[in-house]
């Protein structure tokens, strides 16, 4: 079942809101406000996923935050970034120049917003309720047909398949008890209180009204030194410079943490994808050539490890360590430098438990290697499928 744009936008206030009370990001979200009813993003098979909510305070954008609209995703709360600005009328306006340069015969009725390889965004062309081309966000690239279903997905690459189709029934049903059960919490326990808060302002001296219970909020970023004392920033995102280039671009993220300078052309080679201008993804199967790889190029300086079905206790763990972990969700790779885990909690809700991650999607290309990708502050953990981690720890002589 899908939720009506009134009662997405009004979730979207109260989660917001208790992520804001919780200060995991301190004053980042303070003043701000969801304006309007978000854009709708749907599935490759028509249905509707969730929307992605500007969030600006005055004329100022603030970020974005993805609000569940399907029971499926398990949980409200999808992603939140903090900086870039979300403009739909904007990207329509760029997707429609975009479309008439590389065909200028095209003709269409209609764009929908889609995540044609979750979270990867792009724009369906349809005509008549039938798709005449699809266009990647930002690059503009035309996101080729879909292929017969595999029982296996083929590489981690530049392709579109289905969430729902391929989430099985199984996980569907657990993911709409939990997500009903989310929010059977928020019209529960003060339902008198609730009805006083603005959903569209996110406050905490707003949200304060209906008392939740604050008991501890757990944040750690990646930064220079584990020492408290010296905790300043330091990772750096890279983009992705091909379509097909994510192992690439994270392998090149971890390195350059611990000082290793190879671009993506020297990764390519080691990990076999290819050419800027022939590229190719990482095949299902060959995910051990990250471990390779990383342990070759730094000449074994680096123990890296491969963890399947990585549980939250790893990334946890690995980034109390001041270790960076590359991540492989499906059909997509990125790096993984912080966590959350906001225990603020109203009877029946689960506390939020969420990963800062450095995307090298969208991508860039082989003239402009340092644009590209983007930062989610933060992903939520529970409604993500993690496939494969990889961490690497320093050698000590």
Known sequence: MTLSKKAVK?????????????????????????????????????????????????????????VAANEIMGEPLLATSIGPEWSERAIRREAAAAAKKKRRSLKYDKIRFVAYSYPKIALQF??????VLMLEWKTWEEVPSAEPRRETEP??????WSLVDEMPEATQRSN???FKARLKAWKTPTPTRLKRVDPTLIRRREFAVIRPVLKLTDTREIRYSPRSVDHSPCYELRGQ???????????????NFYRYHYDQVRLADELDLGTCASP??????????????????????LDASMHADPSWSVHRDEIRANRPLISFIPRHSRTVVGYTQSLLHL?????????????PWPPTNCATPNAGGVITRWENFNTQTYRYAFSAVLRHI
């Open 241 to 255: 410079q091909t379509g097909v280039w994510c192992v690439a671009a994270s392998a090149e993220m971890l390195l």
């Open 280 to 301: 190719n993804g990482l095949p299902y199967g060959q995910e051990n050539k990250v471990v390779n790889a990383l342990e070759n190029l730094t000449s074994n300086a």
């Open 126 to 131: 349809l005509k008549g309720n039938k798709e």
């Open 347 to 359: 009877p029946g809700k689960l506390p939020f438990r969420g990963v800062l991650v450095y995307d």
């Open 176 to 178: 709409t008890r939990k």
């Open 10 to 66: 009004e979730l979207a206030g109260l989660e917001l809101n208790a992520f804001n009370y919780s200060r995991i990001i301190p004053d980042a979200l303070e003043g701000g406000r969801v304006k309007t009813a978000g854009t709708a993003i749907y599935d490759i098979n028509g249905s509707l996923l969730f929307r992605r909510f500007p969030i600006k305070r005055g004329r100022k954008a603030i970020g974005y935050a993805d």
């Open 155 to 160: 590489s981690y690459a530049f392709e579109r």
